[in-house]
């Protein structure tokens, strides 16, 4: 398997001049457009690494893993699908748009963007601090990675460029969407967006996803199998912004991506893979990190779906 990463992610190296960087975040914009890495975590204990797999960025939407599987934990199906629903869509994850269109004004899936501050509206926890608190304990523990914290460069970046995201959670507010201070609930959401870490990082987190949320490195119990299946069934059909059918026919495993340049994969019973790339396409997915998964899945008979 070492072999065959290493020889995926050289393969696949060429793809990065075909994507840009999401430079509309500023500090994102900033990335080396040819980095390329990629780590596989099987369920058994074994890591494969290669290419730039230790290099850090920030998750940006796979932490709306992590703040979906809280809130699941924390409040259960019933309360979280009540504020978000479970369907995909096809307009981009930052739309305003459909939302504004449907009735009730209630966010498609908890991985777009209106959906994730909904999410970050309803924790249970005291404060800002205290939510952030619990998020990145969260993040540490599906990763088995206790130093991973917050990015201040791209948070800050973050919270003074995210004009359409206010714009998002001051329309959700209105609706009463979301109850709260709307900048609070907004500075949460940019600081799990801006939680750095790395294509190995990710890969163990697919494997705790994978694993029906046992991490098979620290084997600590972090998430129940329930909410695991939740997570992987939605990653199938909204993880991958209005691209996830795309990535369900060519690549056939559950994904979750983030204009970081970072795609999650998780396969039941199997691995985790974590791929950086920060050069994306138009939806926002990294375009030679979505290469390597196909790769991988069509050589080596790691498709799923």
């Not at 501050?117 to 952030?132: F, H, R, T």
């Amino acid at each position: 398997m070492q072999m065959i990463l290493e020889q995926t992610v050289k393969a696949c190296s060429p793809w990065c001049t075909t994507g840009k960087v999401a430079s509309y975040i500023p500090e994102l914009g900033k990335a080396d457009t040819m980095a390329l890495g990629a780590a596989i975590a099987d369920v058994k204990g074994n890591i494969y690494t290669a290419g730039d797999y230790d290099q850090l960025f920030t998750m940006q939407s796979i932490s709306k893993v992590v703040t979906l599987s809280l809130a699941l934990m924390e409040l259960g199906e019933e309360i979280v699908f009540s504020k978000v629903g479970m369907e995909a869509v096809a307009d981009p994850f930052n739309s305003i748009m459909r939302l504004e269109m449907d009735k009730p004004h209630k966010p498609h899936n908890p991985f777009i963007n209106s959906g994730a501050i909904v999410l970050a509206s309803i924790l249970p926890y005291s404060d800002n601090d205290a939510k952030m608190d619990a998020i990145l304990d969260m993040t540490r523990q599906l990763t088995g990675n206790t130093s991973i914290n917050v990015n201040k460069e791209v948070y800050m970046s973050e919270k003074f460029t995210g004009e359409r995201n206010r714009a998002l959670a001051y329309f959700l507010s209105s609706t009463q969407g979301i109850d709260g201070d709307v900048e609070e609930i907004l500075d949460v959401y940019f600081r799990h967006c801006s939680m750095e870490v790395s294509a190995k990082d990710l890969a163990v987190m697919g494997a705790t996803i994978a694993e029906d949320g046992r991490n098979p490195y620290t084997e600590e119990e972090v998430l129940s199998p329930e909410i695991c299946r939740i997570v992987r069934a939605l990653m199938v059909t909204c993880g991958t912004y209005d691209g996830s059918g795309e990535f369900a026919v060519r690549i056939g495993m559950p994904c979750k991506s983030g204009v970081g340049g970072g795609i999650m994969a998780s396969l039941p019973g199997m691995m985790g893979i974590g791929v950086f790339g920060p050069a994306l396409d138009y939806r926002g997915n990294s375009v030679a990190g979505a290469r390597i998964l196909e790769m991988l899945a069509e050589e080596n008979g790691l498709r799923i779906l």
